[in-house]
């Protein structure tokens, strides 16, 4: 016998249509995804692939104009993917105040990841690269799925939304060269801040769990290695603190990339210049005639 607990809801297909609609009248979940399961597994292979495509392609790519273009077309695609589904949420038939308003961390992720993709701005490129690889992770590895009404619409919408913060970071990092500096890291990290604090006013008004800053997830997570409540809170703060750290300290450290010319007015971020595909064999028999 398992107790009243999001852990142990039934699978969406084990209801028939009039019992989902009864559940959903009465706010309860038709269904949980569950973690490493088929599912799952078959989301993280398709990330994966993902994040090794698309930062290879923006790694080669030797018309820097069409890649602007693309980034800035992925970005509005995010943008208004991320602006339909926060409408979705406050629909009379969906809306809760457990899970609609938008103060989750992903929620503010999906935006800032709209704004980085479309305007390269270095507070959001900055902020994107941390929260895409570190709290995002999080919901990546161990999500916290309940199904409302739709299980294929939801779970479409739910990895769409925390996949592409991942893939992006992964591809402006690696495949374009941008990288955090240390007034982006506190940048970053004074960001965070102030939207965990808005989250737990939220929840003290509310009721709600926005962010977990009330409270651990229902099901498995990271957290649950931190301690109980507010614990976790206090330890997190702390291993955030460090690992962002460790992920500034490398781009801060390399002299040709501490040499780059800041790539926004606030020295938030930086990119190394990369030469153009098309130039290498140009400048390849430059240095040839020169020898």
């Known amino acids: 016998m398992c107790s009243v607990d999001h852990r142990c809801a039934p699978s969406a297909r084990d209801f028939s249509p009039a019992d989902t609609l009864a559940r959903v009248i009465a706010g309860a979940s038709v269904g949980r995804m569950p973690q490493y399961g088929v599912e799952h597994a078959a989301a993280l292979a398709v990330i ?17 104009a069409r890649v602007e273009r693309v980034l800035t077309l992925a970005g509005w695609a995010m943008l208004a993917a991320s602006t339909i589904w926060m409408l979705w949420q406050f629909l009379p038939a969906n809306w809760t105040i457990e899970q609609s308003l938008p103060f989750h961390f992903s929620d503010a992720m999906r935006f800032v990841t709209a704004i980085a993709l479309i305007t390269r701005s270095g507070w959001s490129v900055a902020v994107l690269y941390f929260w895409g690889l570190t709290l995002n992770m999080q919901s990546v590895l161990t999500p916290d799925l309940n199904y409302q009404q739709s299980a294929a619409l939801e779970f479409a919408m739910y990895w769409l939304l925390h996949a592409v913060p991942l893939i992006a970071a992964v591809t402006l990092t690696w495949g374009l060269a941008y990288r955090p500096t240390w007034r982006g890291y506190g940048v970053a990290f004074a960001f965070t801040a102030l939207w965990a604090g808005m989250a737990f006013v ?19 997570s990271l957290l649950d290695l931190l301690g109980p409540w507010p614990l976790y809170i206090a330890w997190e703060a702390v291993l955030v603190a460090g690992a962002w750290a460790l992920m500034t300290w490398p781009w801060t450290s390399r002299p040709r990339i501490v040499g780059s010319a800041p790539a926004d007015r606030y020295g938030l971020i930086r990119r190394r210049c990369r030469p153009a595909l098309s130039q290498v064999p140009a400048r390849l028999a430059s240095a040839r005639r020169r020898s």
């Open 48 to 64: 994966l692939v993902a994040v090794v495509v698309c930062t290879t392609v923006a790694k080669r790519a030797s018309d820097e």
């Open 202 to 220: 939220v929840n003290l008004m509310t009721g709600a769990n926005y962010g977990y800053m009330s409270g651990a997830p229902a099901g498995r």
